[in-house]
């Protein structure tokens, strides 16, 4: 299993970088790739793992041969546990492993390339910045940032009404998130100060207000839309947006 090993990031920006690849890749498997990992992840098949790229794609595979390996190993047997409880808890199960792997492969890096404290201190300061796979998977980063701006329901009200196009005609545009007009350049900077601490519910990066964003109607994530491949033109024709998450859920054997 080749989890990376083509380079080597030697300095704190690069392992950071590895890092955030990597933790985009298991993200976009556990939330908008779910359908698939779950398929992939055949109770009836050998110890599988999940392993995340700096390219910010995902695999589930068997895990290194060699001993030791050349990068730390994911836990292994992940998709033993696919069908004995709940997708959610399983779901969950795997970020908190995914979140100790990411945590395993950065300071392996860092002790191979021979990081001082003060590096160290600074890669965990730049990983902390960024929720864990748990945190996005769980939807528990929505609430901390709800819970650090208390108006953020009544903010977020008002960046739906203020981004609507044709008024009343098209009510479910009250959930997207247009580009800068230059007449709404007051209201897109206040709606940028409010949403500042909203998160991606695929990669988990930050709110921007120069980026197309959409909030699916079910779980109420908002969305880039290159994570979830819908263009402005496409939620046009949208009556009713529905994460891809929200979009697979159905019962499961």
Known sequence: MDSGALYNPRTV???FRDFRGRRAGMIKALTTDVDEFFQQCDPEKENLCLYGFPSEQWEVNLPAEEVPPELPEPALG??????????????SLVA????AWLLSVAFYFG???GFDKNDRKRLF???????????????TAKKQVKEKSPNTNHSSSKSKSSSKKGGESQPKYSKVA???DEDEE???EEDEEEHGETLCGACGENYASDEFWICCDICEKWFHGKCVKI???RAEHIKQYKCPSCSNKRARP
Do not use: C, Y
């Not at 908190?96 to 979140?99: A, E, I, Q, R």
């Not at 300061?125 to 939807?139: A, Y």
């Open 13 to 15: 920006e690069e392992v």
């Open 78 to 91: 992940i998709n033993f546990a696919r069908d004995g409880m709940q997708e959610k808890d399983w779901l």
């Open 96 to 99: 908190v492993h995914s979140d």
């Open 111 to 113: 002790a191979r390339f």
């Open 125 to 139: 300061n730049m990983i902390s910045e960024l929720p864990t796979v748990f945190e996005v998977v769980t939807g």
């Open 178 to 180: 247009q580009p800068k």
């Open 186 to 188: 007051g209201l897109e």
């Open 231 to 233: 263009t402005p033109a």
